[in-house]
Every structure is written in structure tokens, then in C-alpha cells.
């Protein structure tokens, strides 16, 4: 996922240099491992950040073929591109690919969170989590998530002219996460909990060498410090649960606590995965939300069609009566531009995983412990796969049918597939309708945007708003 990539960006890989290399004399994918220990590295992050990796990956696709070796952070590992190549990654089980993730992200996270987790002890968590995060148990959160919308434009976007947008939308879909998710309050525990997120999150794409005063060190203060906060919360929410009674479904925490005693899910395991959602889904959403945000300014059609959908929704229903999952359905056209969103600016470019074995792929061998870089997101603007891949056209998703298996996956697949992906999308609708029936804008920068590993447009989103002013809006 994202922190697989995210690793890129800061991560040195001189502690690595003690990393064993197998090299093996059957025929590995061709290619050259480059300079010791740094080998492809830096190319691959200079290109993610003016944005050109894809063309970089490409040129690599047009002089090896789809499968390739090369050396990233001091590994020797494989790019594969292609359907056939996210099949292997996202069908593939444990036992052939293993999730990779590293020191930093592990120490930070936590030992007990989805992705350190693998086959049985891996599924029987997740069921746990999709409990609550499934369809039929999130549709009840919908009028939630409406409020947590509402009262964030009443707080940042009301009465401004200019709004810049990415880290507003953060600070919104940190909000949810909280109410829905944690059931947190408002409030100075909220406010400390983001800034020590924030601090924790620096640090988890850094050199993991533990003295004061670096920012690694700091990071993982940070995260025992949420750790702490977490664990003190989840003391409150059984005492709630054992002696006031209080609603078994009022959050995940609470949800996942009131399962049984600890055999579904430990006290661990629940520390360490609300860790991980939140920081799953923090950056992801969020990124979605801006570049629709940035879609909408940039293409009138859209805009108007999206409006005219959402306006019919707005018409029936009372001033200030929230939205439903019943109203969610009819969004058929916006979540169409948001998955044509997502196809060509993906929040996640790619990941890593790791051979459990030598495997063959494709006539050739992937040696075991070698690392294998997925970009899946490059089938998605194949214009064998996608006709006019660089058109916006969001009819392409009119007939799902027609797009081939494993060809667009922005939420990845398998047992590993986003477990977020009902939530990401409620969230994202919400948002959408709130804020095409009270506001117009215009972009008050340039259009541009680079990888980090996220893509960031340029001064993140600044735009022009102008609030509507007939009373159309439903609150
Ligand atoms: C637009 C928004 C999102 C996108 C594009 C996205 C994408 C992805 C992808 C591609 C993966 C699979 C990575 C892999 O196979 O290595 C993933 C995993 C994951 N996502 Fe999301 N995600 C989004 C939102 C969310 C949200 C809102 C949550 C939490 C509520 C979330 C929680 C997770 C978790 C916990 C995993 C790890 C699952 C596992 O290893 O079993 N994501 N996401
Ligand atoms: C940060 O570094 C200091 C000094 O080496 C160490 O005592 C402390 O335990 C470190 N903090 C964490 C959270 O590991």
C-alpha cells in the first residue's frame, strides 16, 4: 500500500548494505542490478517527483519487456508490469509472495497490524475490522459522515474566498476517522492525537537509526505516544461497554472490543490496526477528494453533470436532512468521474512485495528474498486496455464488464484488497454532494503536481470559492 511506496521517498539504503544478496545464475529478468546498494533508487525518485515515473517505467517496459531487474534501497528486486503481472501479485498467497515492508514502517506501526500479518492470522483480523467497515454495517454511518462533512464547511469553507484544499481535506478525513472510526470527541485529545499522528507519520519513511534528535526518533515517541492514547481509550470504551451499557456499533474500537474476549482480536491487534486505518486512509481519501476537487474545476461538463445529479438528490429531501445510503446509491454518475479520477491520478502508484520462494514469472526466474515492484496503476493508462488514456471520460465505466480482470485496480486485490474501500467511498460522495450544491471554484494555481509518494498538486490545491446563493443546499 501507500507505505510500501511512501518508503521511497526518504528512505536511505546505506543500513542495508549488510543485506545478503543472492544472486543466482538461472536466468533472472534482464536488466542491470546498477551501482551497488543504490542501483536505480535515485532515478526512480527524482522522476517521482517531477512526476515523469511512469514515462521512466515505461522506457524500462520498452527496452526489457514487461518483466526486469534492478536494485531499489539496497535490494535486488523485479519490476513486473501488466494483467498478467497484477494477477500474480494481488492472487498470489502468502506462501509464494510475502508482504514487505520496512523497519521503519514496522517499528512505527506496530508488529500486530494487517500488514505484518499473513494467512490465517491475517484473515481472521481483517474479518474482524470488516465487521465493521462492510457494507451493511457502514450504511448506518452514513448520516454521521454527513455531519462530519457539514460542520467542516461551516468551519473552513463558509464566508472564505480562497480555500486551499489538500490539507483541508486531511483535517476532514482525519475528523471522520475519529468520530466514525476511534469515537473520539472534539476536542484537546483529538487535537493531540493529530499533531502526534502527523509527527508519526513523518518519521515513518526515515532512516530507522534510533538516537535523540532524529526524526526517526521522534516518530516513534510519537507513535507510543498514540499507542498510549489509544490503549486508554480502549480501557474506557470496555468499562462503557461491561458497565453503562453503551451501543456495541457505536465505532470500530467499541465494535471490535464488544467481539468476545480477545480470541477474534487482541487488545494488540486492535491498537496497532487503528494505527494502520488511520493511516491508511487518511492520505488516500483525502487525495482522491483534491483531485476530484481539481477535475471539477478543470472540466465544465462534468461539473454541470455531476451538479445536476446531485442537485436531484438535494430537491428530495428537506433543509438539513441528511444524506442516506439510499441517496448514496443514485450517485451513480460522480462515482464514475471519481473512478475515472482514480484511473489516471491514482493515490497509490505501487507497492513492493517479496518472494517466499524462487518463482518462476513469465520464463523467468525471481530469486527468493528478491523484491518485486508492483505499478499496477499503469494498466490503467494502457491505451490497449483504455482507449485515449489521457481523454477524461467517465462512460468508460458505464459497462464494468468491459474492463478486462486485473487491468484497473486502484484498491489493489486479492486477500490483500483495500478494506477501506466502502468507507473511502461514502466519504468521498458525501463530500462531493455537500460541496457542488453550495459552492463553484476555480483552480488559483498552476496544474501541476508531483509524487511524494502521493501525488501533491502544486501549493496543494489553493482555489478561488464562490458560495451559491439559492437555497438549494441541503443544510
Ligand atoms: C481512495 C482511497 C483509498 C485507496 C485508493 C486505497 C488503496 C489501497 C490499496 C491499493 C491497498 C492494497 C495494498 C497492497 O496490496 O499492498 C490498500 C490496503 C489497505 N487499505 Fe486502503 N485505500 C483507500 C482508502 C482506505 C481507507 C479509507 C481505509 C480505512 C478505513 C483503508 C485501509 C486499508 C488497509 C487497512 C489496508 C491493508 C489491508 C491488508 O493488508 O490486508 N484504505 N488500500
Ligand atoms: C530516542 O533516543 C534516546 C537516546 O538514544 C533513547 O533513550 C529513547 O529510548 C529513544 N526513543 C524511543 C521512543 O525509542
Known amino acids: 500500500m501507500n507505505t510500501l511506496l511512501a518508503a521511497f521517498a526518504f528512505f536511505v539504503p546505506i543500513f542495508l548494505l549488510l543485506a545478503k544478496r543472492r544472486i543466482s545464475s538461472k536466468k533472472t529478468p534482464p536488466g542491470s542490478l546498477g551501482i551497488p546498494m543504490i542501483g536505480q533508487s535515485l532515478s526512480l525518485l527524482q522522476h517521482m517527483r517531477a512526476n515523469t515515473a511512469e514515462k521512466w517505467l ?37 506462501s509464494t509472495l510475502a508482504n514487505s515492508q520496512t523497519e521503519s514502517v514496522k517499528t512505527i506501526l506496530g508488529d500486530r497490524c494487517l500488514l505484518e500479518l499473513s494467512g490465517e492470522e491475517h484473515k481472521r483480523v481483517r474479518n474482524a475490522l470488516m465487521s465493521f467497515l462492510k457494507p451493511e454495517s457502514l450504511k448506518h454511518y452514513v448520516g454521521k459522515m454527513h455531519q462530519e462533512v457539514r460542520l467542516h464547511i461551516e468551519q473552513n469553507w463558509q464566508g472564505k474566498q480562497e480555500v486551499t484544499v489538500l490539507p483541508l481535506m486531511k483535517t476532514l478525513t ?86 468476545n474476549d480477545g480470541e477474534e482480536i487482541s487488545e494488540k491487534e486492535i491498537v496497532d490496526n487503528s494505527v494502520l486505518v488511520m493511516t491508511a486512509g487518511h492520505d488516500t481519501s483525502s487525495v482522491l477528494v483534491t483531485f476530484l476537487i481539481r477535475l471539477l474545476a478543470n472540466d465544465p461538463s462534468v461539473y454541470k453533470a455531476v451538479l445536476q445529479e446531485q442537485e436531484e438528490i438535494a430537491k428530495s429531501k428537506h433543509r438539513g436532512e441528511p444524506l442516506t445510503w439510499e441517496d448514496l446509491t443514485k450517485m451513480k454518475y460522480t462515482w464514475r468521474v471519481a473512478m475515472e479520477t482514480m484511473r489516471m491520478f491514482p493515490p497509490i502508484f505501487g507497492g513492493f512485495r517479496q518472494a517466499a520462494k524462487d518463482i518462476e514469472f513469465d520464463g523467468y526466474i525471481i530469486p527468493k528474498g528478491w523484491q518485486i515492484f508492483w505499478v499496477s496503476s499503469m494498466t490503467q493508462m494502457d491505451d490497449g486496455i483504455f482507449r485515449e488514456p489521457q481523454k477524461f471520460d467517465p462512460a468508460r465505466f458505464e459497462n464494468p464488464s468491459s474492463i478486462p480482470p486485473y487491468c484497473y485496480i486502484p484498491f489493489g486485490g486479492g486477500p490483500r484488497i483495500c478494506p477501506g474501500y466502502e468507507f473511502a467511498k461514502i466519504e468521498t460522495l458525501v463530500t462531493i454532494h455537500h460541496l457542488v450544491t453550495q459552492f463553484t471554484w476555480k483552480l488559483s494555481s498552476d496544474n501541476r503536481f508531483s509524487r511524494d509518494p502521493m501525488p501533491v498538486p502544486t501549493k496543494g490545491l489553493p482555489i478561488q470559492i464562490v458560495q451559491k446563493k439559492q437555497i438549494l443546499q441541503v443544510s
Open 174 to 259: 482525519f475528523n471522520i476517522i475519529c468520530t466514525l472510526l476511534f469515537g473520539i470527541e472534539r476536542g484537546t485529545r483529538r487535537d493531540e492525537l493529530v499533531d502526534w499522528f502527523q509527527e508519526m507519520i513523518a518519521g515513518m519513511w526515515s532512516i530507522p537509526i534510533n538516537l535523540p534528535f532524529t526524526r526517526y526518533n521522534r516518530s516513534l515517541q510519537a507513535s507510543k505516544r498514540v499507542q498510549d492514547m489509544l490503549k486508554d481509550l480502549i480501557g474506557e470504551k470496555k468499562l462503557q461497554l461491561q458497565q453503562m451499557g453503551a451501543d456495541p456499533k457505536q465505532d470500530l474500537i467499541t465494535c471490535l472490543l464488544s467481539m
Open 58 to 94: 515505461e522506457k524500462r517496459i520498452q527496452k526489457y519487456g514487461p518483466i526486469s531487474k534492478m536494485c531499489l534501497f539496497g535490494k535486488p528486486t523485479v519490476f513486473i508490469y501488466g494483467q498478467a503481472a497484477n494477477k500474480f501479485v494481488f492472487a498470489s498467497d502468502s
